[in-house]
């Protein structure tokens, strides 16, 4: 019996930052577990995470996850099929700790190791979203480090469109909110304090790249920065909520303009969101809105698998199962991997 016919069973392993992780999943599509140990409140108290804080505590937890997942999963390393595991981008003490845990697994029972690509994970995470997904794809990846536009040509085979010249969207966020006096993860509390604001009291500027499918978002990072100052040396009285709500639609005005650009020129007709800030529900409908109103669909994750998660390491290793992708047992962390 082939792989295409039998039951494929993966292990997934995430560690690149400050969630411990791991899942198993069936035929790519099917979840039996999902365990995730979160050290946001460690890390809150810093207004960020602490990469060596993050790594001992992964030191911590590694294992009794991966033997929850197995045990919640029903499964026992014999029906492991192969060991999925993020090796990058991230921090490197981080991502250290799940691919030593994963090698040396993959050795101990003589399973496949397959190095899974992070950012590849969080595109991944929508074929648990969408049952009926299958490539060509755009991908609209908007993370802590990372926000990008991605064709998904095939299961194994990408084209970067264009990326951020400087801060990521995420990033963008969590600088604003630490300004802002918001407690970690920034985020969320930008998005929750929005909710009550007026996100056209204030007119923030947005980048006017000269290449398309590119995005910018330092400026508007010191223009809120410097208005919050402004208004502050004035004496004058801050709405905070109009300011979260007019900086949210300023980066999300942003990401919706080139997504739209890039669905246009291709030609696609569904469109995937990826990474952390995916959970952002204006992002989510703004975008929905404006795919409808060119005929083409959006798809995003669950909120649970908008963060940092084993399942969409798992997903993304099973299409690599397929393919045949694996890594050496000597395979490294990499930090600074680049996405496609």
């Not at 109103?293 to 397929?322: E, K, S, W």
Request: include cysteine; glycine fraction near 10%.
């Amino acid at each position: 019996m082939n792989k295409e016919q039998k039951d494929v069973y993966i292990l997934g392993i995430e560690s690149s930052c400050d969630e411990t992780a791991a899942a198993v999943v069936k035929n790519g599509r099917e979840v039996l577990s999902n365990i995730i140990s979160s050290q946001i409140v460690i890390h809150r108290k810093f207004g960020g995470v602490v990469p060596e804080i993050a790594s001992r505590k992964h030191i911590e937890n590694i294992m009794p996850v991966i033997d929850e997942a197995l045990s919640q999963a029903g499964v026992g390393m014999e029906q492991i099929d192969a060991v999925a595991v993020t090796y990058g981008p991230g921090l490197v003490g981080a991502l250290l700790v799940g691919l030593s845990a994963a090698k040396a697994l993959a050795w101990a029972t003589d399973k496949p190791l397959i190095g899974v690509n992070h950012l590849e994970g969080h595109v991944f995470a929508n074929f648990l979203a969408d049952s009926e997904l299958k490539p060509p794809f755009m991908a609209l990846v908007v993370s802590g480090g990372h926000t990008a536009l991605l064709k998904v040509t095939g299961y194994n085979s990408f084209e970067l469109l264009g990326q951020t010249r400087d801060d990521a969207a995420g990033e963008a966020f969590d600088k604003i909110a630490r300004v802002m006096g918001l407690p970690y993860p920034g985020g969320p509390e930008i998005e929750r304090l929005a909710l009550g604001g007026n996100d056209h009291a204030i007119d923030f500027p947005v980048a006017r790249l000269d290449k398309p499918y590119e995005f910018s978002f330092s400026g508007l990072k010191s223009a809120v920065i410097n208005y919050l100052h402004n208004q502050q040396q004035a004496g004058r009285e801050v709405n905070r909520s109009d300011v979260a709500a007019s900086f949210q639609r300023a980066v999300v005005d942003a990401l919706v303009k080139e997504a739209v650009h890039a669905m246009q020129h291709t030609g696609y007709n569904k469109i995937v969101l990826a990474g952390g800030v995916s959970a952002n529900k204006t992002l989510q409908n703004t975008l929905a809105q404006a795919m409808q109103g060119i005929g083409a669909q959006l798809v995003h994750p669950t909120p649970i698998l908008c963060t940092d998660n084993a399942v969409m390491i798992a997903c993304r290793g099973y299409f690599m199962y397929q393919g045949g992708s694996f890594s050496p047992l000597d395979l490294n962390a990499n930090p600074s991997l680049k996405l496609g």
